[in-house]
């Protein structure tokens, strides 16, 4: 069975530019989340998508936007990239919103120079 | 507002020697608490979900219970390949997301 993927998986960006980064959830969840790690705030939610709504989001400026499709797929989107923005983002997929069981991909790790 | 705790930062221990981590937790409301275990380089390695106070989980070398303020992860004559960094994270009532500790970074020296 596979598990999350996540593309790309490494990204070099220059200050200014936008990024979008994808996500395939396992087959058949349908609960999607996204997560920022970086070194110094360790793991950090930014948004969770469900039937291709957003039903929470943490506490990350307007940059950050995200969206789910039809097929569950998600992308991110991070729009006028800071130095701070470098870190490693994290998808997470679970079968439906009670998030019983919740499974991480890789991540993509995005570099802003 | 939710806080996790995660103790020690750092544990050194030497292959057969048995040990425990610590996970300290304020949540309004208690949903579910989760352990992670991390590789360098890669995403959160699902381990166990405890959903309330007195629950125990086995996992091959690892065991983690709960209480109503915290959880361990115990960890029983652990091998060099157990090293990683171990996380936890709670998921409070009513939502999905989770709020993590920073981790708790486990070496196992042959």
């Known amino acids: 069975k596979a598990g999350v993927t996540q593309t790309p998986r490494y990204l070099i960006k220059t200050r200014g530019q936008q990024v979008t980064l994808s996500c395939s959830p396992i087959?058949?969840?349908?609960?999607v989340s996204w997560y920022q790690q970086t070194p110094g705030q360790g793991l950090q939610f930014l948004f969770e998508?469900?039937?291709?709504?957003?039903?929470n989001k943490g506490n990350f400026p307007g940059r950050f936007s995200g969206r789910q499709f039809s097929n569950s797929r998600s992308e991110m989107n991070v729009s006028t990239l800071e130095l701070g923005d470098s870190a490693l983002y994290l998808c997470?997929?679970?079968?439906?919103?009670?998030?019983?069981?919740?499974?991480f991909g890789e991540g993509s790790w995005l570099t802003v120079v | 507002e939710d806080q996790v705790t995660q103790s020690p930062e750092a544990l050194r221990l030497q292959e057969g020697e048995s040990s425990s981590l610590n996970c300290s937790y304020t949540?309004?409301?208690?949903?579910?608490l989760f352990w992670y275990r991390q590789d360098p380089g890669k995403g959160p390695e699902f381990l166990f979900t405890?959903?309330?106070a007195g629950e125990e989980k086995e996992k091959e070398r690892l065991k983690a219970t709960l209480t109503k303020k915290e959880s361990f992860l115990h960890i029983t004559a652990p091998k060099p390949e157990d090293s990683a960094t171990y996380l936890c994270?709670?998921?409070?009532?009513?939502?999905?997301?989770?709020?993590f500790g920073t981790g708790t970074r486990l070496t196992v020296i042959p």
């Open positions: 997470a997929s679970s079968l439906d919103p009670s998030g019983n069981t919740i499974y």
């Open positions: 087959s058949g969840h349908r609960s």
């Open positions: 998508y469900f039937s291709e709504t957003q039903r």
């Open positions: 949540v309004s409301g208690l949903r579910g």
């Open positions: 405890l959903y309330s």
């Open positions: 994270a709670v998921q409070q009532t009513g939502a999905n997301n989770l709020f």
